[in-house]
């Protein structure tokens, strides 16, 4: 069952996932991460790879939550 009340926002959020993904790093950046992680005596318990992932983990972490929220619903076109 869909709700269709709910379709252009559904469409607006898999756009801009696919868009994302075709503007994404490539295998390679989380291939070495995990080599990095492999060959490391103390690994963390998570890891950030990537520019863009970086950004958006700093940002939600200093930004007030609306703010960053606000930022998510533009960049998903929920708003």
Do not use: C, N
């Not at 996932?17 to 995990?34: H, K, M, W």
């Not at 990095?36 to 318990?45: D, F, T």
């Amino acid at each position: 069952m869909t709700i269709d009340d709910y379709g252009r926002w559904k469409r607006a959020a898999l756009d801009a996932i696919e868009s994302a993904e075709r503007q994404g790093p490539g295998p390679e950046l989380v291939a070495e991460a995990i080599r990095a992680i492999v060959e490391s005596s103390k690994p963390r318990l998570r890891y950030v790879t990537g520019r863009q992932a970086k950004l958006v983990s700093r940002l939600q972490r200093w930004l007030p939550e609306a703010v960053f929220e606000k930022g998510v619903r533009r960049e998903f076109g929920l708003d």
